[in-house]
């Protein structure tokens, strides 16, 4: 999403500085993509944003490892109702 915009607040070289730290999915489950195990020893953080459930705006979460800062699960559905997406 900021790359897409042509009025960016990031600026592009810290943007790219961040493209090593990318991972890819190592697999799905329940609509949740998983691009890290998880680690016994570490802690991690889950960051929420419920919508409506009428597909106009996704309810998601992001897992992120708080030792290393990356991201290790993320989910989004624009059908998910609120209460449900809380579940």
Known sequence: AFIASSKTVIPKELKEQQRPMLN??????????????D???????????????????DSAFTVMDRMTGRVVAHFADSS???DLFAH
């Not at 890819?24 to 195990?37: D, F, K, L």
């Not at 016994?40 to 705006?57: F, M, Q, R, S």
């Open 24 to 37: 890819e999915p190592i697999r799905t489950w329940e609509g949740v993509t998983i691009y890290q195990n």
């Open 39 to 57: 680690a016994w020893n570490h802690y991690y953080t889950l960051g929420d944003d419920p919508a409506e459930g009428v597909g106009k705006d």
């Open 80 to 82: 998910i109702k609120p």
